[in-house]
């Protein structure tokens, strides 16, 4: 397996999220948009099952809530972005071999 978003600085303020399920390994750095503010964030994913990248779309949702605030479909290495992000808590549906994988309650902030 490859390490997961390699060579990703970021400033003092992003994070990074990894999770692994039943042979899924999904990482996530979150990172303000812009140095001045952080009203507006990014979120640059790598989700790799067993060394391999089979995720085909990537959704987030408002926690706890039903329609997706936006969509991403991962590259052939799995990497996918979802830019324009605001603050709050969010769940990321990710849809492998025609099953969904839920992260639940991503604090964004």
């Known amino acids: 397996m490859q390490p ?11 994070f990074q999220l990894s999770y ?32 391999v990248a089979h995720a085909t779309d990537v959704a987030l949702v408002p926690h706890g809530q039903g329609a997706p605030l936006t969509c991403a479909t991962p590259d052939e290495a799995g990497v996918f972005t979802i830019a324009t992000v605001s603050a709050g808590t969010y ?15 991503i604090q964004v902030q």
């Open 91 to 105: 769940d990321l549906l990710i849809r492998i071999n025609g099953e969904v994988l839920e992260l639940s309650g």
């Open 4 to 14: 997961a978003l390699a060579g990703f600085r970021g400033t003092s303020d992003s």
């Open 20 to 51: 692994e399920c039943e042979g899924v390994a999904v990482d996530l750095q979150c990172r303000p948009e812009t140095e001045e503010a952080e009203t507006s964030w990014a979120i640059v994913g790598q989700v790799d099952e067993d060394g």
